[in-house]
Nanobody, 120 residues
Framework: QVQLVESGGGLVQPGESLRLSCVAS????????MSWYRQAPGKERELVAS????????NYADAVKDRFTISRDNAKNTVDLQMNSLKPEDTAVYYC?????????????WGQGTRVTVSS
């Protein structure tokens, strides 16, 4: 059974940090590109950061560059998102996503999300 389980969300004040974790099971984690997405109230889900299978390439949304860092551990089947200098506009539900392949061969899995609230 495929599972992506996020954790680490919570309520923090502006300027503080949080580290989100996603633990994967039920598929060959090392073969999947991993991403974090977020969805704020009333807004569409958006890409936050992605990391390639061997951590050789990462990309970030402009809104989080220089504040967030994505990393993965293929031995532990985990992908993390270190979030520093949090802002109220970072408030959202954060989702972990696994993707492999393209077109008809594309396989995609999503976690259930973890809520992050940044407020004073």
């Amino acid at each position: 059974q495929v599972q992506l389980v996020e954790s680490g969300g919570g309520l923090v004040q502006p300027g503080e940090s949080l580290r989100l974790s996603c633990v994967a099971s039920g598929f060959t984690f090392s073969m999947y590109v991993m991403s974090w997405y977020r969805q704020a109230p009333g807004k569409e889900r958006e890409l936050v950061a992605s990391i390639s299978t061997t951590s050789g390439y990462m990309n970030y949304a402009d809104a989080v560059k220089d504040r967030f860092t994505i990393s993965r551990d293929n031995a532990k089947n985990t992908v993390d998102l270190q979030m520093n200098s949090l802002k109220p506009e970072d408030t959202a539900v954060y989702y972990c996503k696994a993707v492999r392949g393209t077109g008809r061969s594309r396989t995609e899995y999503w976690g259930q999300g973890t809520r992050v609230t940044v407020s004073s």
